[in-house]
């Protein structure tokens, strides 16, 4: 049973940052592409940011470039996502996945999701 588990959301004021982490069990972590995705209220959820199973390509979101920067370590089976310059606009339900192949370039990509957790933005 695969299971993705994250971790790391909270309240945080605008400018600050944070790190979110996602626990992959249940598959072989290092073949596949990682993403994030966020979903705020009233909204679809959007793609964030992506990196490669091997992490030599990643992707990001306009709206995060140079902001936040997505990680992952396959000896410990968990992607990561610095988040830096924090807005308000940025308050969402923060989703990792897993792809079906090596690199995950759209939603339709990932198979496998966490639960997510929830980052607040304040003003």
């Known amino acids: 049973q695969v299971q993705l588990v994250e971790s790391g959301g909270r309240l945080v004021q605008a400018g600050g940052s944070l790190k979110l982490s996602c626990v992959v069990s249940g598959r072989r972590f290092s073949g596949y592409a990682m993403g994030w995705f966020r979903q705020a209220p009233g909204k679809e959820r959007e793609f964030v940011s992506a990196i490669s199973g091997g992490g030599r390509s990643i992707h990001y979101a306009d709206s995060v470039e140079g902001r936040f920067t997505i990680s992952r370590d396959n000896a410990k089976n968990t992607a990561y996502l610095q988040m830096n310059s924090l807005k308000p606009e940025d308050t969402a339900r923060y989703y990792c996945?897993?792809?079906?192949?090596?690199?995950?370039?759209?939603?339709?990509?990932?198979?496998?999701w966490g639960q997510g957790t929830q980052v607040t933005v304040s003003s």
């Open positions: 996945a897993s792809s079906a192949t090596t690199w995950g370039g759209a939603e339709k990509d990932y198979v496998y």
